[in-house]
């Protein structure tokens, strides 16, 4: 049973536009949500993340929305950039627990 | 300050046979946490060390263990491996348990089982 899914496999977007990744969990109990990208060989570099709490967390380029109802999150990056091309992950988190529960990932291409 | 290494980085064995993977955690940190990353099943949480004791264990059958040194180093063992162990295996490490957001990763073991 797949509680955080990312439905999209790939994403490719222009150089300079929007990048929309989302992510849908089950568990009505996470209480932290965390979006990772991860570049090939590397391990995954944490972004931005939101507490259940929240709606909207920004940081810089990076927004991350929360619609607790529809148990969904995004990952808005704006402006994108050709160094954004990554794999992105969400994750959540149980009891602020350190056990992540891992989305499959969106591969996202930005095309200069 | 160093980051968390992981030895070796590649590694290759054969069906039945065990493995010894190890991860060094950035200095100071006291909780390592084990990940599997294959291509079908993603990402999955496998076991927590804090303080040398298991914190919380995933959905893995008991071919997988591991164990945490007093230094914080912690080592993870697989088993009478199979061809479906076959993966990106990751730690990541912080300062203490209950640290979500604070969780650094290394950058992985690929282990080919053949």
């Known amino acids: 049973d797949q509680q955080v899914k990312q439905n999209s496999p790939s994403l490719s977007v222009q150089e300079g536009r929007i990048s929309i990744l989302n992510c849908d969990y089950t568990n009505s109990m996470f209480d932290y949500f965390l979006w990772y990208k991860k570049y090939p060989a590397e391990g995954p570099t944490f972004l931005i993340s939101?507490?259940?709490?929240?709606d909207k967390n920004e940081d810089g380029r990076f927004t991350v929305f929360l619609n607790k109802s529809a148990k969904h999150l995004s990952l808005h990056i704006v402006p994108s950039q050709p160094g954004d091309t990554a794999v992105y992950f969400c994750?959540?988190?149980?009891?602020?627990?350190?056990?992540?529960?891992f989305g499959g990932g969106t591969r996202l291409m930005v095309k200069p | 300050k160093a980051g968390v290494t992981q030895t070796p980085r590649y590694l290759i064995k054969t069906r039945g046979q065990q493995v010894t993977l190890s991860c060094s955690p950035i200095?100071?940190?006291?909780?390592v946490s084990w990940y599997q990353q294959t291509p079908g099943q993603g990402l999955q949480f496998l076991f927590e060390y804090f303080s040398e004791t298991q914190r919380n264990k995933g959905n893995f059958p008991g071919r997988f263990s591991g164990r945490q040194f007093s230094n914080s180093r912690s080592e993870m063992n697989v088993s009478t491996l199979e061809l479906g162990d076959s993966a990106l295996y990751l730690c990541?490490?912080?300062?203490?348990?209950?640290?979500?957001?604070?969780?650094?990763f290394g950058p992985g073991t690929r282990l080919t089982v053949l």
């Open positions: 200095s100071g940190h006291r909780s």
């Open positions: 939101i507490s259940s709490i929240k």
């Open positions: 994750a959540a988190s149980l009891n602020a627990g350190n056990m992540l529960t």
């Open positions: 990541a490490s912080s300062v203490t348990s209950g640290q979500p957001l604070a969780q650094f």
